[in-house]
């Protein structure tokens, strides 16, 4: 994970909470493919898609629990020229537990992903984690993200995947190189 791509991922997240827009109303949008949307920014070129949870389940000590979250995303990002392509990240809304992890489950398939308290986003460990994890996501049907917050509130986050595979092509094409 470079410190180009942190500060990109968190200047994203701030934009889309400054402007109480959600990550589907910005003007960089070029498409949006089911529950899938694709952005494009220019200076450097940037490409991501991006998708909001259908379900989101808090819990704490075993029960449910209403809790106030920031923007809860997941992204695939692309940097042409960086050597950055098909990265995946998760914006949690919310500081992680102090060397915690986020695990995806996709399928029949769990990834483990690493997690910063300072931008409150998790990431997997390795460019192979990352190829093995979108290829698992054009398979599957949902994403189920679960992790645990610095206040010890366990979250449990779906994603549906339906548009992804078109959203992943619109972006390597227009990035991927």
């Known amino acids: 994970m470079t410190s180009n791509v942190i500060k990109t991922v968190a200047a994203i997240a ?3 909470a400054a ?11 070029v498409a949006a493919k089911t529950d899938w949307s694709v952005f494009v920014e220019d200076n450097p070129t940037q490409c991501w898609l ?3 949870p259908k ?12 809790v106030r979250r920031g923007e809860i995303l997941l992204f ?3 940097w042409p020229g960086s050597g950055v392509k098909g990265e995946v990240s998760f914006l949690g ?21 690493f997690t910063s308290t300072k931008d409150e986003t998790a990431w997997p460990p390795t460019p192979a984690d990352d190829s093995k994890i979108i290829i ?12 645990l917050s610095g206040r ?23 990035c991927g190189s």
């Open 14 to 16: 701030m934009v889309v």
């Open 19 to 29: 402007s109480g827009a959600t990550a589907q109303e910005s003007d960089n949008r």
């Open 50 to 52: 991006v998708s909001a």
């Open 55 to 66: 379900e989101t389940v808090n819990t704490k000590d075993g029960r449910v629990v209403a």
């Open 76 to 78: 695939v990002s692309y």
């Open 93 to 113: 809304g919310y500081p992680f537990a102090e060397n915690s992890t986020v695990t995806m489950e996709i399928g029949s398939s769990t990834f483990e992903l």
């Open 136 to 147: 698992a996501m054009k398979r599957g049907a949902e994403a189920k993200i679960t992790g």
């Open 152 to 174: 010890g509130t366990k979250t449990e986050d779906t994603f549906s995947l339906l548009g992804f595979t078109a959203a992943i092509e619109e972006a390597e094409k227009r």
